[in-house]
C-alpha cells in the first residue's frame, strides 16, 4: 500500500486544492463590486468623547470605532453634473461586529414602517456591506435601535 497509497493520498489532496481554489475564483467573479470600506473609512474624523451620541453608545455597551464621515457623490443626469453626499454619524463596534449609527434628527422624523425604515437607512446598509446593521440613535427617547436587512 506504500506507493499507491501516498498518491491516493495526494491525488485527494490536490483534488481538494483545485476545488477549494474553484470556489474562490467563482466568489469573487461572481461577488460584486463594492467600495474598499477600509479606504472609505480612512478617510472618518476623529471620535469626539465628548459627543453625547458617543458616551451614549458606550454606555450600551458598543465601542466607537469611527467618527463622522462625510462622502462625497457625483451624479450624471443626461449629461449634466449633478453633486450630493452622503452622511455617516459615527461607526461603532461591539462582539466583533460593526454598526452604521444614524443619530435621530428634529428635522427629519423616522417613518417606522418598513418602507419608511429602507428608503432612509438601506443605503447605509449596501454602503458597507460587510457591517452587521444600522443603529439608529434617538437622544430624546434615550433608545438605540438595532436595524438588519435581510433579502430574499
Do not use: C
Not at 35 to 40: H, Q
Not at 103 to 109: L, N, W
Not at 120 to 139: N, T
Request: a negative charge; proline letters at 3%.
Amino acid at each position: 500500500m506504500g506507493k499507491y497509497g501516498d498518491w491516493l493520498v495526494m491525488l485527494i489532496a490536490g483534488g481538494i486544492i483545485v476545488f477549494w481554489l474553484y470556489r474562490v475564483f467563482y466568489r469573487w467573479l461572481h461577488e460584486p463590486p463594492g467600495m474598499n470600506s477600509k479606504l472609505l473609512l480612512s478617510e472618518a474624523e476623529d471620535v469626539d468623547d465628548t459627543d453625547e451620541n458617543v458616551r451614549f453608545l458606550e454606555q450600551a455597551g458598543y465601542e466607537v470605532t469611527h467618527g463622522k464621515y462625510r462622502l462625497p457623490i457625483r451624479i450624471d443626469l443626461d449629461g449634466l453634473e449633478l453633486q450630493s453626499r452622503l452622511f455617516i454619524d459615527l461607526i461603532a463596534e461591539k462582539d466583533g461586529k460593526y454598526y452604521i449609527v444614524k443619530t435621530s434628527r428634529d428635522r427629519m422624523p423616522m417613518d417606522w414602517t418598513g418602507s419608511g425604515v429602507r428608503d432612509r437607512l438601506l443605503v447605509y446598509a449596501l454602503l458597507l456591506p460587510e457591517s452587521e446593521g444600522v443603529l439608529f440613535i434617538d437622544q430624546k427617547d434615550k433608545t438605540i435601535r438595532k436595524i438588519t436587512f435581510r433579502f430574499g
